[in-house]
């Protein structure tokens, strides 16, 4: 039955991509290999491939798929009034593009960069469009424009020269809104005014291995209400490791994280399915009651970090792992039951009970009286300790994080990483997956320190003093002058007329071996013939400019 459910979702999506101008990517790192669309859902597009492997949908981990779909909820209180909005199962709240734009805007796609891409190639150039969108970059120069042009003309990438805000091995961002009408939405609810920037990024070796980073910027616009509040953003994802109905599920709040792992053997993956964690790795800014509490933003080391004194990140708020075919356990599928699901209840609103074996089993001789039902299933299953799921099924995963405040134009900053694990059975799975979930949190903390991206050697590397020929000549009333150096030095650069007379000193000062460039203002001088010399170390050169008014 669930099969052609999804397989009715799955047209469905597919006839709703076509019509809005839907557009797909497929995120491939390590051994995880994730179909994206431009409107915030995780692996349910259908991207074609002619790998078998590969094709079409669902996010699949070596031979098998082990995400059927994932997505998010965000909700909260706009004018005193509750709303949510989602892409889940069963609702697309979101569209392409930003606020007000039309979703069909060739403007509104995935825009993907990586790093074996040429530096100032296509790619680096079609980002132009993602920053018209809003997207971030990498200011070089410092004059708040993007403009990726190789200025040091050594055919790379510099410090000093603009470039996307690329980490790791590739990146993938776009920009959705919800802006679907009230009466095509599950909840039908009117769109708030919502712009979310989504960027999905991951390195392919070892050390981050089988991790993919999502971050999301989330931004009032001020539609509805200047300020929107107690906002809840809600990881949600329908989990399938390999056969559907063999799954377990889990939180960890010690790592912010919630998990989904199998019983024993699984009918695709055999006797060591994967793991699958979803870590809170940047929670949402929200205000604290600790004076010493300090917020972050991290977007990098070229990006720099931001620290936000007497704030802090939000972490796990709750966590619901629904679907187990018991009352209150069911799809949100009104208002009243996204409140309950974020307060940690049943869809009811009942707070579980641990010591309910219906709800789980407590083991360990752990008290099941002093466990917070707030984060369901919070034992270890390694350890066979404390609130453990025993019952497998096909189960959805409803997370929480805040609450925080949206202000009109002041974005909220929220990274999950998606992770996954495969040992030598189903609880090594678990180990792993933990393992690389540390990873990641490491990763973070050093504000994503070895993603930073290192350019390939210079393909016209400086081995000599080279004073080139003025640009443009003849010129007015300004013109441009480069020179290299392969060497440190104290560099004079001096204009002269044509009798040998100075008439300016352009530069007289200590530059390092490098590219470099200046401008020339003839604005006052008449038209003629003029000298333009270099003098640095011994290295001394003549050439001649043309300015005609």
């Known amino acids: 039955m669930k099969n052609l459910v999804k397989l009715i979702l799955f047209f469905s999506l597919l006839l709703y991509s076509q019509i809005i101008g839907q557009t797909t990517h497929r995120f491939f790192v390590n051994k995880i290999n994730l179909p994206i669309d431009n409107r915030g859902s995780l692996a349910s597009a259908n991207v074609p491939h002619p790998d078998p492997f590969i094709n079409g949908a669902g996010g699949k981990f070596d031979e098998s ?25 069963g609702s697309e709240d979101y569209q392409p593009g930003k606020v007000g734009s039309n979703p069909e805007d060739t403007l509104n796609i995935i825009y993907v960069v990586k790093k074996d891409d040429t530096p100032f190639s296509s790619s680096w150039q079609k980002w132009k469009e993602a920053v018209l969108l809003g997207a971030d970059f990498y200011d070089g120069n410092g004059d708040g424009v993007y403009n990726p042009i190789d200025r040091n003309y050594n055919g790379t990438w510099d410090l000093n020269e603009d470039m996307p805000p690329l980490l ?47 971050k999301y910027k989330i931004e009032n616009t001020g539609t509805v209400d200047d300020v929107l509040d107690s906002v809840f953003f809600s990881p949600w994802d329908d989990t399938d490791i390999g056969d559907a109905t063999d799954d377990l599920s889990g939180s960890d709040t010690t790592l912010n994280s919630i998990f ?20 809170i790795i940047q929670g949402p800014i929200c205000s604290t009651d600790e004076t010493n509490d300090t917020a972050l933003i991290k977007n990098g080391v070229l990006l720099s970090e931001q620290k936000i004194p007497g704030y802090k990140n939000a972490g796990l708020f709750s966590f619901a792992g629904y679907g ?48 917070n039902p707030v984060n369901w299933f919070s034992g270890d299953p390694v350890e066979r300790i404390g609130w453990l799921d025993n019952i497998p099924l096909d189960d959805r995963k409803f997370a929480s994080t805040g609450p925080f405040t949206l202000e009109k134009s002041k974005p909220i900053e929220i990274i999950l990483a998606l992770v996954v694990g495969r040992g030598s059975d189903e609880l090594n799975s678990i180990t792993i997956a933990k393992e690389n979930v540390q990873k990641a949190i490491e990763e973070y903390q050093s504000n994503f320190s070895s993603m930073t991206y290192n350019p390939p050697a210079p393909t016209n590397p400086i081995t000599n003093y080279v004073l080139h020929q003025n640009y443009p ?14 060497k440190d030095g104290i560099v004079s650069i ?41 003098r640095v170390n011994d290295f001394i050169e003549t050439k001649k400019m043309v300015l005609i008014k």
């Not at 699984?266 to 979803?278: E, K, R």
């Not at 003849?474 to 441009?480: G, L, R, V």
Request: net charge negative; with cysteine.
């Open 494 to 534: 001096e204009v002269f007329d044509i009798l040998g007379q100075k008439i300016r000193t352009l530069l007289n000062e200590f530059k390092k071996a490098d590219r470099y460039e200046l401008e020339f203002n003839g604005d006052n001088l008449s038209s003629g013939v003029y000298l333009y010399s270099i």
């Open 65 to 89: 798929v082990f995400l059927f779909r994932s997505g998010f909820f965000l909700s909260g209180y706009a004018n005193g009034q509750f709303f949510s909005n989602t892409v889940s199962e």
């Open 473 to 486: 000549n003849p010129f007015n009333p300004t013109t441009t002058i480069r020179y290299e150096l392969p």
């Open 260 to 279: 989904t792992y199998n019983l024993g053997e699984d009918g695709q993956y055999g006797i060591n399915p994967p793991a699958f964690y979803t870590t």
């Open 324 to 371: 187990k075919n018991s009352p209150g356990q069911s799809f949100p599928d009104n208002l009243q039951y996204v409140k309950n699901y974020i307060m940690g209840n049943d869809g009811y609103g009942n707070a579980l009970n641990p010591c309910d074996t219906l709800w789980g089993k407590v083991y360990g001789n752990v008290d099941c009286n002093t466990i």
């Open 168 to 214: 790791g091995d590739e990146i993938a961002w776009c920009l959705y809104n919800d802006g679907v009408p009230a009466n095509q939405r599950l909840y039908n609810v009117s769109p708030i005014g919502i712009n979310i920037q989504q960027t999905l990024f991951a390195k392919n070796n070892s050390d981050l291995e089988n991790i993919i980073f999502i």
